[in-house]
C-alpha cells in the first residue's frame, strides 16, 4: 500500500509546507558552513551531526514508511497526516521567531563572543534551545504525515539525539565565553520540552 503522503492530493500539500518551511534554513546551513571552513565556530561537529545523521534519518524513515507492518491504521493515516503538516507547520514559525529574537546571534554552527546578549524574551523566557524544540517538532510532523510508526519513532529518537549533542556543545562553549550570564540563564529554564528536558 502506498503510504499517504505519497498519494493525490496529499504529496501536493506536503512538498508545498516542506518547501515553506525548509527554505529559510538553507541561509543559515550556507552561513554555517563558511563559518566552520573559516575556523570561526566551535561547533565541534554537531553541525555535521544534524545534517548527516538528520538526514539520514529522514532518507532512512520514507524508505521505511513503504513497509506495511508498521503502517498506521488506516483511519488514522489521514488524520496523522494532517497532525504532521500542523506540527511542521507550528515548528517552522517557532523556528522563524527565534530567528527574530536572536538576530546575529542565530547561527546554524555553535559561535559565541564574551559580549553576547542572552535573550529571555519570547519562547526564551520558558525554555535555553526553543529552535530545538522546533526543529524536533518539524522531524515528529514528518514522520506523523509518513503514516508509519517506525519512521516516526525512528525521527523523534534520532532528531531528540542529534539536538541533544548540539545542546551540550552550544552550553559548554557559551558557559566558557559567556560565563556567569549564561549559568544563570541555564538554572531558570529546560532545554527544549517545558518542565521536563
Known amino acids: 500500500m502506498t503510504p499517504t503522503a505519497f498519494t493525490w492530493p496529499y504529496w501536493l500539500m506536503l512538498a508545498a509546507v516542506l ?3 525548509y527554505v529559510p ?3 543559515i546551513v550556507r552561513s554555517a558552513r563558511t563559518a566552520i571552513n573559516r575556523g570561526n565556530s566551535r561547533d565541534a561537529g554537531s553541525f555535521q ?3 548527516y545523521a538528520g ?3 529522514s532518507v532512512l524513515a520514507v524508505a521505511l514508511a513503504w513497509v506495511p507492518l508498521w503502517h498506521m491504521s488506516g483511519a488514522v493515516r489521514p488524520i496523522a497526516f494532517g497532525l504532521g503538516l500542523l506540527l511542521i507547520i507550528l515548528g517552522s514559525l517557532l523556528r522563524r521567531h527565534c530567528f527574530r529574537m536572536l538576530g546575529s546571534s542565530f547561527t546554524g554552527d555553535v559561535r559565541a563572543t564574551p559580549d553576547q546578549r542572552i535573550v529571555n524574551t519570547g519562547a526564551y523566557q520558558f525554555l535555553r534551545h526553543p529552535s530545538y524544540t ?3 517538532l518539524m522531524n515528529i510532523g514528518f514522520g506523523l ?5 517506525l519512521s516516526l519513532m525512528l525521527l523523534t ?3 531528540f539525539g542529534v539536538y541533544s549533542y548540539r545542546i551540550a556543545v552550544e552550553e559548554r562553549a557559551l558557559l566558557a565565553v559567556v560565563g ?3 549559568r544563570e540563564f541555564m538554572s531558570t529554564r529546560r532545554r527544549m520540552i517545558p518542565f521536563v528536558y
Not at 504525515?145 to 510508526?149: F, Q
Open 19 to 21: 518547501i515553506w518551511a
Open 25 to 27: 534554513e538553507l541561509k
Open 49 to 51: 551531526v544534524i545534517i
Open 55 to 57: 538526514g539520514f534519518a
Open 134 to 136: 522546533a526543529g524536533l
Open 145 to 149: 504525515t509518513l503514516g508509519n510508526w
Open 157 to 159: 529518537v534520532v532528531v
Open 180 to 182: 556567569a550570564p549564561y
